[in-house]
């Protein structure tokens, strides 16, 4: 079974820039794309970015242009450098994996918050 872990998340002041890293742990898998989502209050999770494991991205159009996703394989990590933060990027923050093991997984961490507050 595979597991994600996500960090980075926290208060930040708008304009200011944060950083979320989300690590898959397990045994004998392989991923195929990983990605972020996130929640507002009150309204529907949304794709904010994903990357193959041949890197390539899809970027929301609300964070294109402040927003990258990166990964590296080796680690099986993924980040979201996100800058230019603005009030309506606060939401919980969810990683996503899918991929084969035993067999096709899809998962989601347990979520970070990322407020955008002054």
């Known amino acids: 079974q595979v597991q994600l872990v996500e960090s980075g998340g926290g208060l930040v002041q708008p304009g200011g820039s944060l950083r979320l890293s989300c690590a898959a742990s397990g045994t004998n898998f392989r991923i195929n794309t990983m990605g972020w989502y996130r929640q507002a209050p009150g309204k529907q999770r949304e794709l904010v970015a994903t990357?193959?494991?041949?890197?390539?991205?899809n970027i929301a159009d609300s964070v294109k242009g402040r927003f990258t996703i990166s990964r590296d394989n080796a680690k099986n990590t993924v980040y979201l450098q996100m800058n230019s933060l603005k009030p309506e990027d606060t939401a919980v923050y969810y990683c996503?994996?899918?991929?084969w093991g035993s067999g096709w997984f899809n998962t989601w961490g347990q979520g970070t918050q990322v407020t955008v507050s002054s």
């Open positions: 996503n994996a899918n991929g």
């Open positions: 990357i193959t494991s041949g890197d390539v991205t």
